[in-house]
């Protein structure tokens, strides 16, 4: 098994520092929010947050595509197998949805943070006991890999939010890359996650094949309404495309 014990000692202090990194890059976006972005109080915040959800995506999403290029033997055991840096990629997402669960907590207690806030407690506990056992990297890093689609949600919303037509160019290509992405990072990839814990259940002790199940249904089941929603608004909706 690859890594060092100094890592795993220190995993923990990651995610706190993660924490503290997100809430810097909020306070420096409040200097560069669009006017378009400032008509009030709740979509200059809204911008910020979803801007911040975007650097995180970008980081992440690579990152966790190069984990498996570097160490190709991470893709062979998802339970015991892992790395310096898959072990801290996992430190600094636990961070990051800590910081954006508190986020709309305090800023945006409404339905749809509600439901982000239902769906980030899932991911914290899950890469939460991932990154304290260290076990599991593996499969917290797969799950990560519905970011590369999470760049160009991200970018969408932006562009909702700062007002640019559904039928401009730049967000008609962004929506062509965001259900792709979306079909590939994110609907194929949970469907290899919940066949990969049934094939692989008798490997996992009760706790943890429980939680994993539960909090990958409620994902599944919130990511395929997105997809719909989604699907509806940018191409199947004729007068939400003609705005």
């Given at each position: 098994?690859?890594?060092?014990?100094e890592?795993?000692?220190?995993?923990?202090l990651?995610?706190?520092?993660s924490?503290?990194?997100?809430?810097?890059?909020?306070?420096?976006?409040?200097?560069?929010?669009?006017?378009?972005?400032?008509?009030?109080?709740?979509?200059?915040?809204?911008?910020?947050?979803?801007?911040?959800?975007?650097?995180?995506?970008?980081?992440?999403?690579?990152?966790?595509?190069?984990?498996?290029?570097?160490?190709?033997?991470?893709?062979?055991d998802?339970?015991?197998?892992?790395?310096?840096?898959?072990?801290?990629?996992?430190?600094?997402?636990?961070?990051?949805f800590?910081?954006?669960f508190?986020?709309m907590?305090?800023?945006?207690?409404?339905?749809?943070?509600?439901?982000?806030?239902?769906?980030?407690?899932?991911?914290?506990?899950?890469?939460?006991?991932?990154e304290?056992?260290?076990?599991?990297?593996?499969?917290a890093?797969?799950?990560?890999?519905?970011?590369?689609?999470?760049v160009?949600?991200?970018l969408?919303?932006?562009?909702?939010?700062?007002?640019?037509?559904?039928?401009?160019?730049?967000?008609?290509?962004?929506s062509?890359?965001?259900?792709?992405?979306?079909l590939i990072?994110?609907?194929?990839?949970?469907?290899?996650?919940?066949?990969?814990?049934?094939?692989?259940?008798?490997?996992?002790?009760?706790?943890?094949y429980t939680?994993?199940?539960i909090?990958?249904?409620?994902?599944?089941?919130?990511?395929?309404?997105?997809?719909?929603r989604?699907?509806?608004?940018?191409?199947?909706?004729?007068k939400?495309?003609?705005?």
């Amino acid at each position: 098994m690859e890594g060092d014990s100094e890592v795993m000692k220190y995993a923990p202090l990651w995610s706190t520092g993660s924490v503290l990194c997100f809430a810097a890059t909020n306070l420096l976006l409040k200097q560069v929010t669009p006017a378009t972005a400032s008509n009030s109080v709740s979509q200059a915040w809204k911008w910020r947050n979803i801007a911040n959800s975007l650097i995180h995506s970008l980081i992440t999403g690579v990152w966790a595509l190069l984990s498996f290029y570097w160490h190709p033997k991470l893709a062979e055991d998802l339970i015991a197998t892992y790395s310096m840096s898959s072990l801290l990629l996992v430190s600094v997402s636990v961070g990051y949805f800590i910081y954006d669960f508190i986020d709309m907590a305090i800023n945006h207690r409404k339905r749809s943070s509600f439901e982000l806030m239902i769906h980030h407690f899932c991911v914290i506990t899950c890469f939460g006991l991932a990154e304290l056992t260290h076990r599991y990297i593996g499969y917290a890093v797969v799950a990560l890999l519905v970011e590369v689609n999470s760049v160009f949600l991200h970018l969408r919303q932006l562009f909702i939010i700062q007002g640019v037509s559904r039928q401009h160019p730049i967000y008609r290509l962004n929506s062509l890359f965001n259900i792709a992405t979306f079909l590939i990072f994110r609907i194929m990839t949970l469907g290899w996650m919940t066949r990969w814990l049934v094939v692989h259940g008798d490997q996992v002790p009760f706790f943890a094949y429980t939680l994993g199940s539960i909090a990958l249904a409620v994902i599944v089941f919130m990511n395929i309404v997105l997809f719909f929603r989604i699907l509806q608004v940018d191409f199947l909706n004729k007068k939400g495309r003609s705005k």
